[in-house]
């Protein structure tokens, strides 16, 4: 320890600081390593020289400081991260990310040490940080004032420190020159899952969560396929909630809805596992190590927004360890070796064998309950109702819409106006989709975190993400944008092969689609049925197909 000729006592504010995959940046680097230590350790002592801190410890990477003022505390990490932002490193590759924490409590120096548990409370702040980020106990946040000039404290929650039965409640300094987005503290917490909070109801399904249940206990891959808007999301997120208790490694939800470039379907996994790049290596490579050793179920929702992308990680994923099962939601199959393809259907329209209402009636009248403040329709309208929901095809985001619309209608002028389904249900809501987006890699590694954060669903600031989040949102507020997500997938050939079976009122036979092509039409057919825009209904004489109303 450099001599001190007073060390705080009081309130002291400690501090502690490493290089996050620090291993990794010394393998990376070679003997380039050491002078990037050599100047990282440099910048520190500066700051720390600047605000009057007193260096404790100085070990490979790390630095234990103390300071008598939270204050200056704070400044002079902030300092140092800007520093280490704004300094010219080798390579981009070579620059360090350093992590901090900063805890303050009631110390007094012995022999030129402190012999405290504050010390320690504080290096476990530093150990739940990420490499960019600084992290503040709540003592350190009450004790800090004023902060920094542009600097606020993010709260972050409460959290259980490793080592510490009371739980710590996280502040993260938030300044311009700092990054913002950051997986989920590193702490004790037992988080079993991520899986989103619903704000509706969930009705019936019974039969298709069992069996739901039976593949994913039997298979590694389950993809549940179906149309846009056919509940696939809703579904899987209320059959995962059930299975939480039986992944010790917890149930995690990844929208790739919202991820504009394929590159980034890893970065959007690992940011959801609490994950960072580390330096010189491939994102897919540190989620299938961290992986492997673990028992966990991810549930991959929306994956036809980049199927291919998505198949080369779920199969890096599912070969890398055996306890990593994947439930994937998707318009079209991974196609995958082991993959169990199970398509979602329709919810029921018919009553049960006990009489009980059909899982479409049931949630229709959810649902307008809902819309018209608690009141249900009446009973003589119950031939209306069963009569909606066929015309819908008990197609649950149809149903939803319906339910809406019944706020200024009655169930029979709605059941009359059915013959627009579209202009009918989406009536009062124009939303335009996005121009598809440039997929290009741009190699920014900040629009990479941002990205994979807003999968998280974490707000970002870049207009890419906001455009998807946006995008994957409103994809299910009208019907059009649903049949607009997926028709902008269709190649040319499936495209013209859809316009032109939308002329036939009910199904049609193979010879139909035949002479409608003047063409084979197994490929197009194919694309067609796979992104499940058109419906193949088996039958002794052979296959017939319909598109949905």
Same mark, same amino acid.
């Given at each position: 320890m450099p001599p001190r000729i007073n060390l705080p006592t009081g309130w002291v504010t400690f501090v502690f600081t490493d290089i996050e995959g620090s291993t990794r940046l010394a393998q990376l680097l070679g003997s380039g390593y050491r002078p990037v230590l050599a100047e990282h350790r440099r910048l520190l002592r500066?700051?720390? +020289?600047?605000?009057?801190?007193?260096?404790?410890?100085?070990e490979g990477d790390s630095f234990f400081l103390a300071f008598d003022d939270a204050g200056a505390a704070l400044t002079a990490c902030l300092t140092a991260q800007r520093a280490?932002?704004?300094?010219?490193?080798?390579?981009?590759? +070579?620059?360090?990310?350093?992590?901090?924490?900063?805890?303050?409590?009631?110390? &007094?120096?012995?022999d030129g040490?402190?012999?405290?548990?504050?010390?320690?409370? +504080?290096?476990?702040?530093?150990?739940?940080?990420?490499?960019?980020?600084?992290?503040?106990?709540?003592?350190?946040?009450?004790?800090?004032?004023?902060?920094?000039?542009?600097?606020?404290?993010?709260?972050?929650?409460?959290?259980?420190?490793?080592?510490?039965?009371?739980?710590?409640?996280?502040f993260q300094l938030v300044a311009p020159g700092l990054e913002r987005q950051f997986p989920r503290p590193r702490t004790a917490d037992v988080v079993a899952h991520n899986l989103p909070i619903q704000v509706t109801t969930?009705? $019936?399904?019974?039969? &298709?969560?069992?069996?739901?249940a039976r593949l994913v206990n039997r298979h590694r891959l389950v993809t549940v396929l179906g149309a846009g808007g056919s509940g696939k999301t809703r579904l899987a997120v209320?059959?995962?909630?059930?299975?939480?208790?039986?992944?010790?490694?917890?149930?995690?939800?990844?929208?790739?809805?919202?991820?504009?470039?394929?590159?980034?379907?890893?970065?959007?996994?690992?940011?959801?596992?609490?994950?960072?790049? &580390?330096?010189?290596?491939?994102?897919? %490579?540190?989620l299938v190590e961290y992986a492997a050793p673990r028992r966990m179920l991810i549930v991959l929702d929306t994956c036809d927004a980049q199927p291919a992308s998505c198949a080369d990680a779920v199969s890096r994923l599912l070969a890398g360890g055996g306890g990593v099962r994947v439930l994937a939601t998707t318009r079209e199959p991974l196609g995958l070796p082991g993959e169990v393809v199970w398509r979602i259907p329709p919810l029921s329209v018919d009553p049960a064998p006990d009489g009980t209402e059909s899982d479409a009636v049931a949630l229709l009248l959810d649902r307008t309950a809902a819309a018209r403040g608690g009141r249900q329709p009446d009973p003589s309208e119950s031939a209306d109702v069963r009569r909606v929901v066929r015309r819908l095809d008990g197609l649950p985001l149809a149903i939803e819409l319906a339910a809406a619309r019944l706020?200024?209608?009655?169930?029979?002028?709605?059941?009359?106006?059915? %013959?627009?389904v579209? $202009?009918?249900?989406?009536?009062?809501? &124009?939303?335009?989709?996005?121009?598809?987006?440039?997929?290009?890699?741009?190699?920014?590694?900040r629009d990479t975190v941002d990205l994979a954060a807003a999968a998280t669903g974490v707000s970002s600031s870049t207009p890419a993400t906001r455009a998807a989040a946006?995008?994957?949102?409103?994809?299910?507020?009208?019907?059009?944008?649903?049949?607009?997500?997926?028709?902008?997938?269709?190649?040319?050939?499936?495209?013209?092969?859809l316009r032109w079976l939308a002329v036939f009122a009910g199904p049609v036979d193979l010879p139909t689609v035949e002479w409608l092509l003047d063409d084979d039409p197994l490929d197009p057919l194919s694309v067609l049925v796979d992104k499940s825009m058109v419906l193949a209904e088996p039958h002794v004489t052979g296959c017939t197909y319909r598109m949905l109303d």
């Amino acid at each position: 320890m450099p001599p001190r000729i007073n060390l705080p006592t009081g309130w002291v504010t400690f501090v502690f600081t490493d290089i996050e995959g620090s291993t990794r940046l010394a393998q990376l680097l070679g003997s380039g390593y050491r002078p990037v230590l050599a100047e990282h350790r440099r910048l520190l002592r500066r700051t720390i +020289a600047a605000a009057e801190g007193a260096e404790l410890l100085t070990e490979g990477d790390s630095f234990f400081l103390a300071f008598d003022d939270a204050g200056a505390a704070l400044t002079a990490c902030l300092t140092a991260q800007r520093a280490l932002g704004e300094h010219e490193w080798p390579t981009p590759e +070579a620059a360090p990310r350093v992590r901090m924490g900063l805890h303050t409590g009631w110390a &007094e120096p012995r022999d030129g040490e402190y012999a405290s548990p504050e010390v320690h409370r +504080a290096a476990r702040v530093a150990a739940a940080a990420h490499g960019g980020q600084i992290l503040c106990s709540g003592a350190t946040a009450r004790r800090a004032r004023p902060l920094p000039a542009g600097a606020s404290l993010l709260d972050l929650g409460l959290h259980r420190l490793r080592g510490f039965d009371d739980r710590e409640r996280l502040f993260q300094l938030v300044a311009p020159g700092l990054e913002r987005q950051f997986p989920r503290p590193r702490t004790a917490d037992v988080v079993a899952h991520n899986l989103p909070i619903q704000v509706t109801t969930f009705v $019936g399904r019974q039969t &298709e969560r069992a069996e739901l249940a039976r593949l994913v206990n039997r298979h590694r891959l389950v993809t549940v396929l179906g149309a846009g808007g056919s509940g696939k999301t809703r579904l899987a997120v209320e059959f995962a909630t059930d299975l939480v208790d039986e992944y010790p490694d917890g149930v995690w939800f990844v929208d790739i809805a919202t991820v504009t470039d394929p590159g980034l379907v890893a970065f959007a996994v690992a940011a959801v596992l609490g994950l960072r790049p &580390e330096p010189g290596r491939p994102m897919v %490579d540190t989620l299938v190590e961290y992986a492997a050793p673990r028992r966990m179920l991810i549930v991959l929702d929306t994956c036809d927004a980049q199927p291919a992308s998505c198949a080369d990680a779920v199969s890096r994923l599912l070969a890398g360890g055996g306890g990593v099962r994947v439930l994937a939601t998707t318009r079209e199959p991974l196609g995958l070796p082991g993959e169990v393809v199970w398509r979602i259907p329709p919810l029921s329209v018919d009553p049960a064998p006990d009489g009980t209402e059909s899982d479409a009636v049931a949630l229709l009248l959810d649902r307008t309950a809902a819309a018209r403040g608690g009141r249900q329709p009446d009973p003589s309208e119950s031939a209306d109702v069963r009569r909606v929901v066929r015309r819908l095809d008990g197609l649950p985001l149809a149903i939803e819409l319906a339910a809406a619309r019944l706020r200024v209608l009655s169930v029979g002028q709605l059941a009359e106006r059915l %013959d627009d389904v579209l $202009g009918t249900l989406d009536a009062g809501r &124009e939303i335009p989709l996005p121009p598809p987006t440039d997929r290009g890699n741009t190699g920014n590694q900040r629009d990479t975190v941002d990205l994979a954060a807003a999968a998280t669903g974490v707000s970002s600031s870049t207009p890419a993400t906001r455009a998807a989040a946006r995008s994957a949102v409103e994809r299910h507020l009208t019907m059009q944008a649903t049949v607009t997500w997926s028709y902008r997938t269709l190649g040319p050939r499936a495209a013209r092969l859809l316009r032109w079976l939308a002329v036939f009122a009910g199904p049609v036979d193979l010879p139909t689609v035949e002479w409608l092509l003047d063409d084979d039409p197994l490929d197009p057919l194919s694309v067609l049925v796979d992104k499940s825009m058109v419906l193949a209904e088996p039958h002794v004489t052979g296959c017939t197909y319909r598109m949905l109303d």
